[in-house]
């Protein structure tokens, strides 16, 4: 099948209904931004053996790389928009490949609010590499940013910390198989609804892509602060808090282990009413975690005891 009716047939109905796609008949989209608003934009590329195996269902592969960049919208407190695709396919990648990429996609964009306005595809000799450019939208000057901590602010995490790590062992054998945690690494759930609601109650939010001790360490370098864990605090799902009873060294995994794609935030000791309100009505968990600090380092504690892992990927400025 050539590229144009490849594009034609799954492409094209991606878009449809969006207006500024233009049915991906033009040479680029036309999009408005509505008045007051401010466009957000963010990419995320993955490479077959680097990022995925290839082996996945591919609708699954979809919905990953669609995902990854709405948690990036969510971390700012953007509403998803409008997204473009480019994807490098080998020859290996079929007619039936692309049918169910694009199935996974069209189930995503349902469920996320955001339509497809343009792409590219080009064929090569190279690993399957896709490429998805999304856009968002926010009032203007609403953005959240790293850099808004403040000593003395809460720090929170939505939902369960280190699943993910934790499901990528199970998958590379060194842990048994466990289907949630499993489930977890291979479909994220970007926190987009949490994130609009925290525009003007959070100071500073991030979402977890590299592990929570370097992103928290990504927040307090742009913020010039520092940070307290205190390590029970951290919300672990079940089936993880079954796995660290057995064996306390995975902590290490849960505390530096990435692609867990919840929200990392902080937010003034006089907003905690406010957090706990959002989490309630969208039902989506949040935890109060620790405390920014003006100390020298990030401190991870359990009951007086310091528990900081040696590797923290996080230097003082
Ligand atoms: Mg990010």
Redesign the pocket.
């Known amino acids: 099948m050539d590229e144009f009716t490849l594009i034609r047939t799954y492409f094209a109905p991606l878009a449809a209904g969006f207006r500024g796609s233009l049915n991906l008949t033009d040479d680029a989209a036309v999009l408005d931004i509505p008045a007051g608003n401010q466009l957000i934009a963010t990419t995320d590329t993955i490479v077959e053996g680097v990022h995925f195996i290839g082996s996945e269902d591919p609708s699954m592969i979809a919905k990953k790389l669609l995902r990854v960049n709405l948690?990036?919208l969510a971390?700012m407190g953007a509403t998803p928009y409008a997204y473009l695709l480019a994807g490098t396919l080998p020859k290996k990648v079929n007619v039936n490949w692309v049918k169910k990429f694009a199935k996974g996609l069209s189930e995503d964009q349902k469920l996320f609010g955001i339509a497809l306005a343009g792409g590219d595809t080009t064929a090569s000799f190279g690993p399957l590499t896709l490429t998805i450019t999304a856009l968002g939208l926010i009032p203007k000057c609403k953005a959240l940013r790293r850099n808004g901590a403040k000593a003395g602010d809460d720090i929170y995490v939505s939902g369960t910390i280190g699943d993910s790590a934790l499901g990528l062992l199970c998958l590379k054998k060194k842990l048994p198989r466990d289907r949630y945690l499993q489930l977890r690494y291979l479909l994220p759930q970007p926190r987009v609804a949490l994130g609009e609601k925290l525009r003007g109650v959070a100071n500073a939010c991030?979402?977890i892509?590299d592990g929570l001790m370097q992103d928290l360490g990504h927040i307090c370098h742009t913020s010039k602060t520092c940070a307290r864990l205190d390590r029970p605090m951290i919300p672990l799902s079940p089936p993880a808090r079954k796995l660290i009873e057995k064996k306390s060294a995975l902590w290490n995994a849960i505390l530096s282990g990435g692609d867990d794609y919840e929200l990392l935030f902080t937010a003034p000791k006089d907003k905690a009413s406010a957090v706990a309100a959002i989490s309630r009505n969208l039902k989506i968990p949040t935890t109060r975690i620790g405390s920014i600090t003006t100390g020298k380092n990030i401190v991870v504690e359990d009951g007086g005891k310091i528990v900081t892992p040696a590797k923290t990927g996080y230097k003082h400025f």
């Open positions: 948690s990036d971390a991030i979402d892509s």
